[in-house]
């Protein structure tokens, strides 16, 4: 992508006053009118906004309950790495396994029973009632 003839203009005008022996002194209207002519012709279009895709942290919840994910994205969601979530569907007797399938010797977990197994292993250390009524609400 080359320079805008804008651009080169307002280069050049650096360049000449980094040049420029000390004391030299330019008008205001001629560097006004130099500026003005490095002024694009036509407006720049407006940037594209991308759209920002989710997270699957944020995709587990929101998502339907019978999308299938594999490995990766649910390490993603829960915040952990791949290593937990193969060792999480291996069988052991002091932990519940995380729902799971296999498709082609690759696991796949369906969404709907990774939110009900999280929600059933999770921990509530303050319930949200007890949190409002300790504020006053």
Request: a neutral charge.
């Amino acid at each position: 992508m080359g320079r805008s003839e804008g651009s080169e203009t307002i280069s050049e005008l650096v360049q000449w006053l980094a040049k420029a022996p000390a004391g030299t002194m330019l008008a205001a209207a001629a560097i006004s009118e130099l500026l003005e002519s490095a002024r694009p012709k036509e407006p720049l279009p407006p940037a594209a906004v991308l759209p920002v895709e989710p997270t699957w942290r944020e995709r587990l919840w929101t998502a339907p309950a019978e999308t299938r994910i594999g490995v990766r994205e649910l390490a993603e969601a829960v915040g952990r790495p791949r290593s937990w979530v193969y060792r999480r569907t291996a069988p052991s007797a002091d932990r519940a396994p995380l729902p799971h399938r296999k498709l082609d010797g690759e696991l796949v977990f369906v969404v709907g029973e990774i939110r009900a197994w999280l929600r059933e292993h999770e921990t509530v250390l303050v319930p949200a009632v007890e949190m409002a009524a300790a504020r006053g609400h």
